[in-house]
Nanobody, 114 residues
Framework: QVQLVESGGGLVQAGGSLRLSCAAS????????MAWYRQAPGIQRELVTF???????NYIDSVKGRFTISRDNAKNTVYLQMNSLKPEDTAVYYC????????WGQGTQVTVSS
């Protein structure tokens, strides 16, 4: 199991931006389709976006055009650039492989105020 450490969350006003980072302790990033998930209170964790080793990306409809996932294989890090944030984006954000089989990190809290 590779350790995943998410960071970059915080409190931001609606319309603001945040950049999340997910640092891996091993070379999991380059070899796997990596994903960002989020979990709001009382709601099941949901897949937000993923990026394949070849760079293909996919987003859920509610974040298309606002969020961008990227990857730096040399740094073993996955990023999530979040723009035009909305209160409904408030959640704890996690990264993991697309299968979710690696151990989960502690996540990073994103709070968007209206």
């Amino acid at each position: 199991q590779v350790q995943l450490v998410e960071s970059g969350g915080g409190l931001v006003q609606a319309g603001g931006s945040l950049r999340l980072s997910c640092a891996a302790s091993g070379s999991i990033i380059s070899r796997n389709t990596m994903a960002w998930y989020r979990q709001a209170p009382g709601i099941q964790r949901e897949l937000v976006t993923f990026i394949t080793p070849g760079g293909r990306t996919n987003y859920i409809d509610s974040v298309k055009g606002r969020f961008t996932i990227s990857r730096d294989n040399a740094k073993n890090t996955v990023y999530l650039q979040m723009n035009s944030l909305k209160p409904e984006d408030t959640a704890v954000y996690y990264c993991n492989t697309i299968t979710g089989t690696n151990s989960w990190g502690q996540g990073t809290q994103v709070t968007v105020s209206s």
